[in-house]
C-alpha cells in the first residue's frame, strides 16, 4: 500500500536535547513538507523540500533543520533552540510543489518535559 | 489580518441538520483552495478541492466566490460522524505558497 509513515507516534524530550522525527513515503512524490499544530490553530509550515538534496525554509524554520538525501524520506530536527517545541508535527507529501493535494502522515506528538 | 480566517466554531448542529461555514481569504491571487477533514487528534485529509463554478459530492457542496473572497462548505442531511474539524486551505501558486485556516469544528448530536 502507497503513503506516508511518520515515527515515532509520540516522543517525549528533556529540555535541552535535540531529537529528530522521521516521515517516509513510497507515493513516488517529488515535494515534501513538515508542519506544526498547536492547540486550536491550523499548520504552519517548518520546511519543504521540492526535490532531493534542496529544501527551503518556510514560516517557522527557527530552531529547526532537515534533510533530503533520498527521495522517500524528509526527516526533521527539533534542536534544543526552539523554544516552545511542545506540538503536533504532521509531515506530507505531494507530487508537485505546494499546487497539488497534500496527503499527510499519522503525526508525532513531542511534548518536552 | 490573518491571511486566512474561518469561524473557528464549535458548529453544535442536529443530526440531519444543514451546516454550512465559511473561509475568506485576503490575497486576491491565491488560485487554489481545498477544503481538508480533520478529526481529533489525527491527520488532515482532503476532502474536497473548490472549483470557481462550484462543487458537489454527494452531501457535500463546496463554492468558491472570488468578488467576496471566500470559499465555503455545505454539508447537507448531517451525520454523527461528519464531526470534525474542516480546515479551509489557499494556494498562491504564483508564490508557491499554500495557507492553512485554523480550522472550523463541528459537532452533529444525535
Known amino acids: 500500500d502507497g503513503g506516508i509513515t511518520q515515527s515515532p507516534k509520540y516522543l517525549f524530550r528533556k529540555e535541552g536535547q535535540n531529537v529528530t522525527l522521521s516521515c517516509e513515503q513510497n507515493?513516488?512524490?517529488?515535494?515534501m513538507y513538515w508542519y506544526r499544530q498547536d492547540p486550536g490553530q491550523g499548520l504552519r509550515l517548518i520546511y519543504y523540500?521540492?526535490?532531493?538534496?534542496?529544501?527551503q525554509k518556510g514560516d517557522i524554520a527557527e530552531g529547526y533543520s532537515v534533510s533530503r538525501e533520498k527521495k522517500e524520506s524528509f526527516p526533521l530536527t527539533v534542536t534544543s533552540a526552539q523554544k516552545n517545541p511542545t506540538a503536533f508535527y504532521l509531515c506530507?507529501?505531494?507530487?508537485?510543489?505546494?499546487?497539488?493535494?497534500?496527503?499527510f502522515g499519522p503525526g508525532t506528538r513531542l511534548t518536552v518535559l | 489580518r490573518k491571511e486566512v480566517e474561518q469561524d473557528p466554531g464549535p458548529f453544535n448542529v442536529p443530526e440531519g441538520a444543514t451546516v454550512a461555514f465559511n473561509c475568506t481569504y485576503s490575497?486576491?491571487?491565491?488560485?487554489?483552495f481545498f477544503w481538508y477533514r480533520q478529526d481529533c487528534r489525527k491527520e488532515p485529509k482532503l476532502l474536497m478541492s473548490?472549483?470557481?463554478s462550484g462543487n458537489e459530492d454527494g452531501r457535500f457542496t463546496a463554492q468558491l466566490n472570488r468578488a467576496s473572497q471566500y470559499i465555503s462548505l455545505l454539508i447537507r442531511d448531517s451525520k454523527l460522524s461528519d464531526s470534525a474539524t474542516y480546515l479551509c486551505v489557499v494556494v498562491y501558486s504564483s508564490a508557491s505558497k499554500i495557507i492553512f485556516g485554523s480550522g472550523t469544528r463541528l459537532s452533529i448530536r444525535p
Open positions: 507515493l513516488n512524490h517529488d515535494a
Open positions: 473548490v472549483y470557481s
Open positions: 490575497n486576491s491571487a491565491s488560485q487554489s
Open positions: 523540500s521540492q526535490i532531493v538534496n534542496d529544501f
Open positions: 506530507a507529501s505531494s507530487i508537485g510543489l505546494r499546487t497539488d493535494t497534500q496527503y
